[in-house]
Antibody, heavy 126, light 110 residues
Framework: QVQLQESGPGLVKPSQTLSLTCTVS??????????WSWIRQPAGKGLEWIGH???????NYNPSLKSRVTISVDSSKTQFSLKLTSVTGADTAVYYC??????????????????WGKGTTVTVSS | QSVLTQPPSASGTPGQRVTISCSGS????????VHWYQQLPGTAPKLLIY???QRPSGVPDRFSGSKSGTSASLAISGLRSDDEGDYCC???????????FGGGTKVTVL
């Protein structure tokens, strides 16, 4: 069973860079059957996808955040990270890391967010 | 404002059936599968339905999903008090090249 755990500072100053790490247990990030996402949720609001990285290293980012986001996998292949630059109060949220299962059959190709970390709260404030 | 549209709330008495709708467009629900997540108070989302109508192992058959055109729905039958929480739909948007979510529907058991 894949398990994910977010870690990083709970408080970031405006204009600085938010950095979070997700540690993945019981699974290798280099396996092609999953890709790895960051998703956030402001208090009392809905989920917002930030971006993901495939085992190949290819990334996709939410167009609304693309200019400020970088997602990468570390060389140990047990952690992936999020960097969000120039943060403001609008970036205050619970941040989740998640694993997306990739399914490829003869007739279909699809993926879905299968497993979530417990989330970590990040507040942007001076 | 969320790309997928859900009603903000739904309610029912224990044992009743509740249905939650999720409306999108041709670039998301109309061209990809819909997935549903349950978020109980103070916890992370949990996969409830994938590929429109498939239940992961461990999810009771009281939960069912369907999709038609650019809309999808989640049904909860035999409503229980521990079903109270938020339910959210998701789909990949081919135009945005991004996951899009509904705003979530808060289910209350009366």
């Amino acid at each position: 069973q894949v398990q994910l755990q977010e870690s990083g500072p709970g408080l970031v100053k405006p204009s600085q860079t938010l950095s979070l790490t997700c540690t993945v247990s019981n699974y290798s990030l280099s396996s092609g059957s999953h890709s790895w996402s960051w998703i956030r949720q402001p208090a009392g609001k809905g989920l917002e996808w930030i971006g993901h990285i495939y085992a190949s290293g290819i990334t996709n980012y939410n167009p609304s955040l693309k200019s400020r986001v970088t997602i990468s996998v570390d060389s140990s292949k047990t952690q992936f990270s999020l960097k969000l630059t120039s943060v403001t109060g609008a970036d205050t949220a619970v941040y989740y890391c998640a694993g997306e299962r990739v399914v490829a059959t003869v007739t279909d190709y699809y993926y879905y967010v299968e497993v979530w970390g417990k989330g970590t709260t990040v507040t942007v404030s001076s | 404002q969320s790309v997928l549209t859900q009603p903000p709330s739904a309610s029912g008495t224990p044992g009743q059936r509740v249905t939650i709708s999720c409306s999108g467009s041709g670039t998301n629900i109309g061209s990809s599968h819909v997935h549903w997540y349950q978020q109980l108070p103070g916890t992370a989302p949990k996969l409830l339905i994938y590929r429109n109508d498939q239940r992961p192992s461990g999810v009771p058959d009281r939960f069912s999903g369907s999709k038609s055109g650019t809309s999808a729905s989640l049904a909860i039958s035999g409503l229980r008090s521990d079903d109270e929480g938020d339910y959210c739909c998701a789909a990949w948007d081919d135009r945005l090249r991004a996951w899009v979510f509904g705003g979530g529907t808060k289910v209350t058991v009366l």
